[in-house]
């Protein structure tokens, strides 16, 4: 589970620093590796493995213009060079149009404040990604903080929460995946709720809300994408 892996990653023993702009991206992209290893789809492993299906990462296809997305996968550009990194299957390379779609965001503190514009984010993203045609898959993935304390971090500055002024996690967490789930789970193919705990502070522990559930819920996913993968292309 490449994807739950790398998501630990951003706040296990580390300091998670919000406003680092790659970081639903190499969320993201793992999502693809994990749709490859568990080996449901008769027909993608073999396209990717001929480099025909590629990630592009700067999320758009060649001759089109749109808002960009954490991960995209689609048909490599005839002629281009596919490129293959270190630690991955997936080649990255241009391309010429998007089948899978991922968008990633991560609520860890503050999420009241800033919901309408995370859902708003995720609905336009959805959009985008079906927008010059065709039928792709869209996937989304939302971290939710049940923490009892955070520290989020600017500069040298830090701010704590304290429950009043500033809501713990815990506090907001329940709300913030109603709405998620009310107003964002309906426009995309597959969503999933990544709920965990982690208070940003030292030694920067982490925990998932119940991984359990979560590997079983994100299996059942990739099941399901890789199926409708080979229906729709």
Same mark, same amino acid.
């Given at each position: 589970m490449r994807l739950l892996e790398t998501f630990r990653q951003l706040f296990d023993g580390t300091k998670y620093l919000h406003r680092k702009s790659n970081l639903g991206d190499?969320?993201?992209? $793992?999502?693809?590796?994990?749709?490859? *290893?568990? +080996? =449901?789809?008769?027909? @993608?492993?073999?396209?990717?493995?001929?480099h025909d299906r590629v990630i592009n990462l700067r999320n758009i296809t060649i001759g089109k213009t749109a808002r960009r997305g954490d991960g995209t996968l689609g048909e490599l550009v005839p002629s281009a060079v596919a490129i293959v990194e270190?630690? &991955?299957?997936?080649?990255?390379?241009? #391309? /010429?149009?998007? $089948?899978?779609?991922?968008?990633? =965001?991560? @609520? /860890?503190?503050?999420?009241? =404040?800033?919901i309408d514009r995370v859902i708003g984010d995720l609905q336009r993203q959805v959009a985008m990604f079906g927008k010059h045609g065709g039928n792709p898959l869209c996937i989304g993935f939302v971290g939710i903080n049940w923490s009892n304390s955070y520290m989020s971090y600017e500069g040298r500055r830090r701010f704590p929460t304290d429950g009043k002024k500033y809501k713990h996690p815990i506090q907001e967490a329940a709300d913030a995946e109603a709405r998620l789930r009310r107003d964002?789970?309906?426009? &995309?193919? !597959? &969503? @999933?709720?990544?709920n965990? #705990?982690?208070?940003?502070?030292?030694? %920067?522990?982490? *925990?998932?809300?119940?991984? +359990? *559930? @979560? !590997?079983? $819920? %994100?299996?059942?996913l990739l099941t399901r994408v890789s199926r409708e993968y080979d229906v729709r292309f």
């Open positions: 190499l969320v993201a992209v $793992e999502f693809f590796e994990d749709l490859v *290893a568990l +080996g =449901k789809s008769a027909k @993608l492993p073999p396209r990717i493995a001929a270190k630690d &991955f299957v997936v080649a990255r390379g241009p #391309t /010429a149009n998007i $089948e899978i779609g991922v968008e990633a =965001k991560i @609520l /860890a503190k503050a999420m009241i =404040k800033q964002a789970l309906p426009v &995309f193919d !597959e &969503f @999933l709720i990544l965990f #705990t982690a208070t940003n502070t030292r030694p %920067y522990p982490f *925990a998932w809300k119940d991984y +359990g *559930a @979560l !590997e079983l $819920e %994100y299996n059942a």
